[in-house]
């Protein structure tokens, strides 16, 4: 079983940066696919962004291409997502996923674990 504990989310001004975390417990992350996942207010939830296992490959959702980096560190177990340029729109609950796949997807039910998710709130 592997148990997601997501951080680094908060109240940010619009054009500002966050870097969220990633870390697992019960299990090492680095054969796992890696994805970000956010439920935007009144909204359903939405893919962020993804990565493989390698860290090679990555992927967005066009909304962030351009001001959201995923990145991982398997040495450290945590996978990461810097948020720059930030919009009010950006407001949402952010969730880091695994799939025990090792590449990379957007699609939610292809993620087997998550996390509860860390709240970033981005004001005008």
């Known amino acids: 079983q592997v148990q997601l504990v997501e951080s680094g989310g908060g109240l940010v001004q619009a054009g500002g940066s966050l870097r969220l975390s990633c870390v697992p417990s019960g299990r090492t992350i680095s054969g796992y696919g890696m994805g970000w996942f956010r439920r935007c207010p009144g909204k359903e939830r939405e893919f962020v962004a993804a990565?493989?296992?390698?860290?090679?490959?990555?992927d967005y959702a066009d909304s962030v291409k351009g001001r959201f980096t995923i990145s991982r560190d398997n040495a450290k177990n945590t996978v990461f997502l810097q948020m720059n340029s930030l919009r009010p729109e950006d407001t949402a609950v952010y969730y880091c996923a695994a799939r025990t796949r090792t590449g990379v997807s957007r699609s939610e039910y292809m993620y087997y674990y998550w996390g509860q998710g860390t709240q970033v709130t981005v004001s005008s």
């Open positions: 990565i493989t296992y390698s860290g090679t490959i990555t």
